[in-house]
Structure formats: C-alpha cells, structure tokens
C-alpha cells in the first residue's frame, strides 16, 4: 500500500545489507559484518535482524520484510527462520536463500540465479514453487568458483605441480607470498587454520593477481571454477528449471571478469539458448521488489507463501491464489 516502509535484507556469508524504501524511494541502506550480528543460534539471529530491520526504517515498523538469507538452503530451512522473525514483528515476512534476491534485482521472476562468493550455490523454482538447489555443500565440500573453493582448488593445483616435479610458478608464489610461507609444504595447515569460508576465501585476489600474471596454472583454476559453476545449472535444467536465464552474482564473480567469462562460455556449452546476465544493482534490492510486490498482492506464484504476525488484519494474498507447500 502506498506509504508503507518495506525492508529488504541480504544475509550473505560476508556482508549483509539492509534496505528501507517507502513508494520505491530508499530511505536507508547499510551494510555491515554478517558475523557481527549472526550467531547462528536462531531465535538470537531473528531477534537481531528484526532490531535491525526496525532500525533501518526509522524505529517504525516495517509493512513487509523480504530476507535472502546464506545457508537457508531448502524450504524448512527457509520457513523456520521465516517464522521466528514473523513472530516478533508486525508484517509480512519472506525469507527466501539469499541467491533467490538476484532474478528480481535483474527484473525477472523465473530463471536461475548463481552466486559466487564466499560460496557458490545454484537456485531455482518450480512453475509450483519447489526449490531447487545445486552446489551450496560449504568450502570442504564443494562451492567451486566461490571465493573458498577456488582458493582451496588453487592450492591442490600448486601441490599437484610439485608433485609432479615441476617448479613453482606464479601461482605457487603469490600463494604463497599471501599466506606468508615459504615451505608449500605448509598450504594445506595454513588454510585450515583459517577456520572458516571467509577466512579462506580473502586470499582468492591472489588466484587472479597470478593469472594476470601469466600463470597457466591459475588461469586453469579459473576455468575450471566456471565450468563447475556452469554444471550447477546444467543440474537445474536437468531436474525442471526453466526461463531460459541465468542471473550471476557475488563478490567474486561480480569483480574478476575472468572469471564471469569462464562461467559464460561454459553454460553456452553446457545449456545452449539460455542467456547469462551479471548482475549490476545490490541483490537487497531484489528483495525491496519482492516486498513491494508482496504488499501490493502480486507476489511470484512460484514463490512461498509469506509469514503474518497473528493478529494483523492486511490480507497479502489471498490463499487460493497461493501454494501451499
């Protein structure tokens, strides 16, 4: 309705952003620290970002609040924290995986978006609003052409090289110099002891910094890092996913063109027709769009169906123009 101050929240594994726009004009915008206020301990994480949601509004309370939140990685995940916030504020609340912001900041509603940050993970819905995801398994695991993951996969190239017997190369040695070894042979306690995505992947401008520098070695890092990121949505396609877009976005991909070149030519390979769009505006501001659609009653059907506080008379859709799952 008009006059109503909206909130759109993006929890990513680094940064996380909040904005408060009222009739499409933003009246805040901050970003800050995701492990300053996260503490993974969910009725704390509500609570915080609820304080922080009313904040960024002015100390009034938000008609609807859409959150892309990192690590929501399936629809139970979603709806508990989506209920914990519902349950200590007034509106409308939708929480949604934080790659999910990314199609409606690029203005589409269905297609698939691919981050490539901290991590990496893969999402889409279903024309009956299922979710699916691809990648997102954490830096041990998986979340190739992440910030972590490419870090983790420059080191295994290093220790490949010298196991073959061959000398250190650009790569090795800015990895090296970065991490501030001189033994390779300490790599892979050094990034251990990072203890975290995050830690690990701040040395990812080391990988780039090497394959501008001629590495052959870290340019194949590289490649393979978009390629991976190009399975992910092969696997979408392969289980339903449809719109014929891929939107990228995150901190990696958004500032190492290489990179974003690699992952275009690899999904041209790997799902000819469908376009590949970086993102070029904040994915908060997906989340904006979603809570203006949300308390104007044109929500993306795909989408879930968003929490009320009990009690609040606005009706945002009615129940037989949404899915229940």
Do not use: Y
Request: proline share 5%; hydrophobic share 45%; with cysteine.
């Amino acid at each position: 309705m008009a006059g109503d101050i909206v909130v759109g929240v993006d929890i990513g594994g680094t940064k996380t952003q909040l904005i408060a726009a009222r009739d499409g004009a933003v009246l805040a915008d901050s970003t800050g620290l995701t492990k300053g206020w996260r503490r993974h301990r969910p009725e704390e994480d509500a609570a915080a970002l609820v304080a922080m949601a009313r904040d960024a509004a002015g100390g009034a309370e938000p008609a609807a609040i859409v959150v892309g939140a990192h690590g929501c990685d399936s629809t139970d995940q979603c709806r508990a924290f989506q209920d914990r916030i519902a349950a200590r504020i007034g509106g409308a609340v939708l929480v949604l995986n934080d790659s999910e912001l990314l199609l409606p900041a690029a203005g589409q509603a269905m297609g698939i978006s691919v981050i490539a940050g901290t991590g990496s993970i893969a999402v889409a819905r279903l024309a009956d609003g299922t979710m699916l995801t691809a990648g997102g398994w954490g830096w041990f695991l998986g979340d190739e052409g992440s910030a972590s993951g490419l870090v983790r996969d420059a080191a295994r190239a290093v220790r490949d090289a010298l196991d073959r017997g061959q000398a250190l190369d650009p790569l090795a040695r800015t990895l090296l110099g970065t991490l501030d070894l001189e033994d390779p042979v300490r790599l892979g306690k050094t990034l251990a002891a990072e203890g975290s995505a995050a830690g690990i992947g701040r040395h990812a401008p080391a990988l780039f910094a090497a394959a501008e520098g001629g590495s052959e070695l870290a340019r194949s890092v590289i490649e393979a890092g978009g390629q991976a990121l190009a399975l992910l949505v092969r696997r979408l396609v392969d289980r339903g996913a449809t719109g014929g877009c891929v939107v990228a976005g995150g901190g990696v991909i958004v500032r190492q063109p290489r990179l974003m070149r690699a992952f275009e030519a690899a999904v041209a390979g790997q799902v000819p027709g469908w376009t590949v769009t970086l993102l070029a505006t904040p994915p908060a501001l997906g989340a904006v769009r979603l809570a203006e659609s949300l308390i104007r009653g044109d929500l993306p059907p795909n989408l879930p169906r968003p929490a009320m506080a009990s009690g609040r008379p606005r009706t945002v859709l009615p129940d037989s123009d949404r899915r229940m799952r």
